[in-house]
């Protein structure tokens, strides 16, 4: 069956660093995603990502954060200088349609540690 | 924006108990998720409902798409020890942005 994977699995990085999470998601997807879930808390939108570029964002996905499809197959999100706060687990999900959420699947996320 | 108030945070229970649990919404929803993430996993779908009172099943478990449209339930009959995990309801209204909005999730413990 296809899958959404993620690496790392898990990164530890000091404050003030940029981290890269990458994903690949179904081949024949079309629409990718970001959330995050801090520790005990609820899984939150971050990003969702069409045609190359950003369709939709929230309000935590500020100027820090950024997202890439570099190749055909990897979709990356990009901290550029991460916080203590930053710490989460980062899940990326995949769509072949926009319009129904339960067509998303989400890969196995990676944790993230800001130390 | 939209909140979900998802109880309970968690529940510990014998195998072969049933479980419930439930979430509301400050606001209408048209679709409401159930999703199951296991450790170390991303959520995996449950159940999805699409219309006010609708009972769906998949399995052991049911889930329910409240009158009102703004709760929704879900219960696992007959528990079993593969069952735990954390249960996260999900919601979003068609017509706006289809991003579902995510409860904190119901951590179920079930002792063999």
């Known amino acids: 069956e296809p899958e959404v994977t993620q690496t790392p699995s898990h990164q530890v990085t000091q404050m003030g660093q940029e981290v890269i999470l990458r994903c690949v998601p179904i081949?024949?997807?079309?629409?990718f995603y970001w959330y995050r879930q801090i520790l005990g808390q609820k899984v939150e939108f971050l990003v969702s990502?069409?045609?190359?570029?950003?369709?939709?964002k929230s309000e935590i996905f500020d100027d820090q954060f950024s997202v890439e499809r570099p190749d055909g197959s990897n979709f990356t999100l990009k901290i550029r200088s991460t916080k203590l706060e930053d710490s989460a687990m980062y899940f990326c999900a995949s769509s072949e349609d926009r319009g129904r959420a339960e067509t998303q699947y989400f890969g196995p996320g990676t944790r993230l540690l800001v130390l | 924006g939209q909140q979900l108030n998802q109880s309970p945070q968690s529940m510990f229970i014998q195998e072969g108990e049933d479980v419930s649990m439930n979430c509301t919404s400050s606001?209408?929803?048209?679709?409401w998720l159930w999703y199951k993430q296991d450790p170390g996993e991303g959520p995996v779908l449950l159940i999805a409902l699409y219309k006010a009172g609708e009972l769906t099943s998949n399995g052991r478990l049911t889930a329910q798409f409240g009158i009102t449209r703004k709760d929704s339930f879900l219960n696992i009959s007959a528990s079993i020890p593969s069952d735990v995990g954390i249960y996260f309801c999900a919601g979003y209204a068609s017509g706006g942005s289809y991003i579902p909005t995510f409860g904190r999730g119901t951590s179920l413990i079930v002792h063999p």
């Open positions: 990502f069409y045609n190359n570029e950003i369709s939709e």
């Open positions: 081949s024949n997807h079309l629409y």
């Open positions: 606001s209408i929803f048209n679709t």
